[in-house]
């Protein structure tokens, strides 16, 4: 059956608050020879999406407006590009999309095949969009960056977000000893999915419970890069810091001969697709604390803003 040449969507016509993002009736994407189109099962809210949309991150993430927000995705691919290989037609599949292009918050998204991998099967295809995000990153921060080995001592700071869960469940497959940090509410969901210690960031400090030398330090918290570099000292020499939120100063690592990484999620379709065999093998499974329509995105960004939504929010958008 030939795709309909419009399509449901949220686009974003102007920076500022939700109001400026409306449920409409769009041109169908087109695609390109590398790339597929995706009929989306679900998408998945992340923090950064808000701050896009109300404009505060304009530089770094120019959006030529009216746009379609929403970088990750699950769905079934309708249609291949000529150079395209590696997919079919009709195969479920998931993606972290470009940020800077149209995104999921549609019924259909293009996206280059590169990024794409075919879904887990032992999970359902919706819930399978709010991982891309959070596997990926949590993947390049511990293991390209952070080198992270079987038996290594870890800190997640910021463990029970849609990072977080992924990081730690990635960590203890990994064989490393997991330490989080989390509000207290969370440290049930956070035993059931394997940590092996918890510190309550509302109660404690981080520098006063931790004894033993870190190797890896993965920050992912709102903390300041003062407090996030006052946790250098506890990285054992040649230990590392990755951080995703607020950069630890360089010239104290310096001086205690430990790394720091800041680094930014990259697509990777290849990753995505060894996230999609732990996910089959039981290894790695998406948190998901809330599921919205899509039609109700506008007031989600609503709640975001005024800092009401906890845990991750999966968009279902075919069901
Ligand atoms: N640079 C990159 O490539 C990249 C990629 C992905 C995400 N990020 C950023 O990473 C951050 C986390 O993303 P996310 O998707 O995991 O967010 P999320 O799902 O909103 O989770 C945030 C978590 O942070 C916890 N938290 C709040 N204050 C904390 C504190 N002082 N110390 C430790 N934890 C605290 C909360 O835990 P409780 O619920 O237990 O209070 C919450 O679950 C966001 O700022 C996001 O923009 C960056």
Request: charged content about 20%; hydrophobic content about 45%; cysteine-free.
């Given at each position: 059956?030939?795709?309909?040449?419009m399509m449901h969507a949220i686009r974003v016509h102007a920076y500022g608050n939700s109001e400026k993002m409306h449920y409409e009736n769009v041109l169908m994407p087109k695609i390109e020879a590398d790339e597929v189109?995706?009929?989306?099962?679900?998408?998945?809210?992340?923090?950064?999406?808000?701050?896009?949309?109300?404009?505060?991150?304009?530089?770094?993430?120019?959006?030529?407006?009216?746009?379609?927000?929403?970088?990750?995705?699950?769905?079934?691919?309708?249609?291949?590009?000529?150079?395209?290989?590696?997919?079919?037609?009709?195969?479920?599949?998931?993606?972290?999309?470009?940020?800077?292009?149209?995104?999921?918050?549609a019924e259909y998204v293009a996206t280059k095949a590169e990024y794409v991998a075919v879904a887990p099967k032992k999970i359902k295809l919706p819930e399978v969009a709010a991982m891309p995000v959070g596997a990926l990153?949590?993947?390049?921060?511990?293991?390209?960056?952070?080198?992270?080995?079987?038996?290594?001592?870890?800190?997640?700071?910021?463990?029970?977000?849609?990072?977080?869960?992924?990081?730690?469940?990635?960590?203890?497959?990994?064989?490393?000893?997991?330490?989080?940090?989390?509000?207290e509410a969370s440290f049930p969901m956070l035993k059931e999915i394997g940590i092996d210690e918890l510190i309550d960031y509302n109660q404690e400090m981080v520098e006063e419970r931790i004894e033993d030398k870190l190797?890896?330090?993965?920050?992912?918290?709102?903390?300041?890069?003062?407090?996030?570099?006052?946790?250098?000292?506890?990285?054992?020499?040649?230990?590392?810091?990755?951080?995703?939120?607020?950069?630890?100063?360089?010239?104290?690592?310096?001086?205690?001969?430990?790394?720091?990484?800041?680094?930014?999620?990259?697509?990777?379709?290849?990753?995505?697709?060894?996230?999609?065999?732990?996910?089959?093998?039981?290894?790695?499974?998406?948190?998901?604390?809330?599921?919205?329509?899509?039609?109700?995105?506008?007031?989600?960004?609503?709640?975001?803003?005024?800092?009401?939504?906890?845990?991750?929010?999966?968009?279902?958008?075919?069901?």
């Amino acid at each position: 059956m030939p795709a309909p040449e419009m399509m449901h969507a949220i686009r974003v016509h102007a920076y500022g608050n939700s109001e400026k993002m409306h449920y409409e009736n769009v041109l169908m994407p087109k695609i390109e020879a590398d790339e597929v189109l995706i009929k989306v099962s679900a998408t998945a809210f992340n923090p950064l999406d808000h701050l896009i949309r109300m404009g505060v991150v304009q530089e770094t993430f120019p959006h030529k407006l009216p746009y379609i927000p929403n970088v990750e995705v699950s769905g079934t691919i309708t249609e291949i590009g000529k150079g395209v290989k590696n997919l079919k037609v009709g195969e479920p599949v998931f993606a972290l999309l470009n940020i800077l292009s149209n995104g999921a918050a549609a019924e259909y998204v293009a996206t280059k095949a590169e990024y794409v991998a075919v879904a887990p099967k032992k999970i359902k295809l919706p819930e399978v969009a709010a991982m891309p995000v959070g596997a990926l990153t949590a993947w390049q921060a511990l293991f390209d960056h952070g080198q992270l080995e079987s038996g290594q001592r870890v800190l997640i700071a910021g463990a029970a977000g849609g990072v977080g869960t992924l990081a730690v469940q990635l960590a203890k497959w990994k064989g490393a000893h997991v330490i989080g940090t989390a509000s207290e509410a969370s440290f049930p969901m956070l035993k059931e999915i394997g940590i092996d210690e918890l510190i309550d960031y509302n109660q404690e400090m981080v520098e006063e419970r931790i004894e033993d030398k870190l190797d890896l330090i993965f920050n992912l918290s709102p903390e300041g890069s003062n407090e996030v570099s006052n946790w250098l000292h506890l990285l054992r020499e040649g230990g590392t810091l990755v951080s995703i939120t607020s950069p630890a100063d360089g010239k104290v690592a310096k001086e205690l001969n430990v790394n720091v990484v800041h680094m930014n999620v990259q697509q990777s379709g290849e990753q995505l697709a060894h996230i999609a065999k732990l996910v089959d093998e039981g290894v790695l499974k998406p948190v998901i604390a809330e599921k919205v329509k899509l039609k109700d995105l506008a007031e989600l960004h609503h709640r975001a803003e005024v800092g009401t939504v906890r845990g991750k929010v999966l968009i279902t958008v075919g069901e």
